[in-house]
């Protein structure tokens, strides 16, 4: 993607996650080290009144972190600021979702791409929310 | 009870943190992300500081009772796999607030992380909320 062709109010391309499995909760608590039991343990999440496990909300933002550097490329994300608004259950489908507010160039043949940024679940609520700047380059 | 506000500005100790190229893997796969970049653990993933734990002077929190409120990375350039990066975490404030499920803490946490040569490479801003 350059940053000519985009201009605000722009939507960038979606990135679709699958379904939040458990395996995938004990996978980011060991590659994380945030061993919270209500992330991973039936029993703690439903001593807090939980029905079940919820996700870490640093999953959901570092799903917003692939989405970005599917855009702009692993070296590209420059900042990613978000709020956790809400939980994520299991069997939750994911979509980071982005819109350009705006485009400023830089150095180099390339601009810092600003843009609104947030996880949804598949009722469409913004789970995780908030902004973006990527580096793309020109053409 | 009154929040101890004398503990903003408090800062962790200088900590060392050696980015394994299999520990960018292994975030990388939790994720689901299929990037030939963090499988050969060549730059690491935006988020990826988030496995820099460095303890706080005077925060000994309950993690049943904490809600992670919001987060922030900001980057002078990527991580990449054979860094040595150097993490100082500090207070930046806390404060109390009536919300709607009682009374909350807010702590705000801010790190920076400087690279071999003394450059900084991130900064980050963890709001955690208490309850």
New interface residues.
């Given amino acids: 993607m350059f940053y000519n062709e985009l201009k605000p109010g722009d939507a960038v391309p979606a990135l679709v996650?699958?379904p939040i499995q458990k395996v995938?909760l004990i996978?980011?608590a060991?590659?994380?080290?945030?061993?919270?039991?209500?992330h991973t343990d039936v029993e703690?999440a439903r001593?807090?009144g939980l029905p079940d496990v919820i996700a870490?909300?640093?999953?959901s933002?570092?799903?917003l972190?692939?989405f970005?550097?599917?855009l702009a490329g692993?070296?590209g994300?420059?900042?990613?600021?978000?709020?956790?608004a809400a939980m994520v259950h299991l069997q939750d489908v994911i979509t980071c979702k982005g819109t350009v507010k705006q485009v400023t160039p830089a150095d180099g043949n390339r601009a810092v791409v600003t843009l609104d940024v947030w996880a949804e679940n598949q009722k469409g609520e913004q789970v995780t929310a908030?902004e973006a700047e990527v580096y793309l380059p020109g053409h | 009870m009154a929040v101890d506000r004398s503990i903003i500005g408090l800062s962790s100790e200088a900590t060392v943190n050696e980015v394994e190229r299999g520990a960018i893997r292994k975030f990388a796969e939790a994720i689901g992300d299929p990037s030939p970049v963090y499988a050969r653990g060549d730059v690491a993933p935006p988020t990826f500081p988030t496995t820099f734990r460095t303890k706080l002077p005077g925060v000994d929190l309950d993690p049943k009772r904490i809600l992670h409120g919001g987060e922030e990375f900001a980057y002078e350039r990527p991580i990449r796999g054979g860094d040595r990066i150097t993490v100082v975490r500090r207070i930046a404030d806390v404060y109390e607030r009536e919300g709607k499920v009682g009374h909350m803490t807010f702590y705000i946490f801010e790190s920076e992380g400087t690279d071999e040569q003394g450059q900084l490479v991130y900064k980050s801003r963890s709001t955690v909320i208490y309850r």
């Fill in positions: 996650k699958e995938q996978k980011y060991g590659a994380s080290g945030d061993y919270n039991l209500i703690t001593s807090v870490h909300g640093m999953l933002m570092a799903f972190g692939q970005l550097s599917e692993a070296e994300v420059k900042r990613l600021k978000v709020k956790f908030g």
